[in-house]
């Protein structure tokens, strides 16, 4: 090799050096089956509170609300799939942790009591949803870190049950 070829190749060593190098920031990582499952999880508690919101009592407005979170977190739930890189999950997981945060208030403060098993699911599903927005790498509110792994665990079981 001479010395202009030995030029080029360190020059086309230090464009890929750069290159590389610039791409270090992007997430590469994407979102695992667990995650998934654990999204199936929330859509059947979801669908049980959905099928739930009319016959409870609530009032129409609180019902629609309930009825309109629930649906649209419902629907995001199924557009995540495993294998999906991450940082595109992200804006749909914080929607659905929107759409929750929408609904667990309409929910219990609208002075009509939750029979027992809405209650459980209600609260299977706070005890899983910090867990996952810490999966798909959304930083979490410090009151809202995820269970232990027993906690998860029987939220799961309550979840996959209904």
Do not use: H, W
Request: glycine share 8%.
């Amino acid at each position: 090799m001479n010395r202009r070829q030995l030029g080029l190749s360190c020059a086309g060593l230090a464009l890929a050096s750069a290159a590389l190098s610039g791409c270090a920031g992007l997430n590469v990582a994407t979102v695992s089956q667990s995650v998934v499952t654990d999204l199936g999880y929330l859509k059947n508690g979801l669908s049980v509170i959905l099928g739930a919101a009319q016959a409870l009592g609530f009032s129409p407005a609180t019902a629609a609300v309930i009825t309109n979170q629930t649906q649209t977190a419902i629907s995001l739930i199924s557009s995540i799939a495993a294998g999906m890189a991450q940082n595109a999950a992200q804006p749909i997981v914080t929607q659905i942790q929107n759409d929750l945060n929408s609904l667990f208030p309409a929910m219990q403060t609208a002075g009509v009591a939750l029979p027992p098993l809405v209650t459980q699911i209600l609260q299977a599903v706070i005890v899983l949803a910090p867990a996952i927005y810490q999966a798909v790498g959304l930083v979490t509110a410090v009151g809202a870190t995820p269970a232990a792994p027993e906690n998860l665990n029987a939220a799961r079981q309550i979840l996959a049950g209904v």
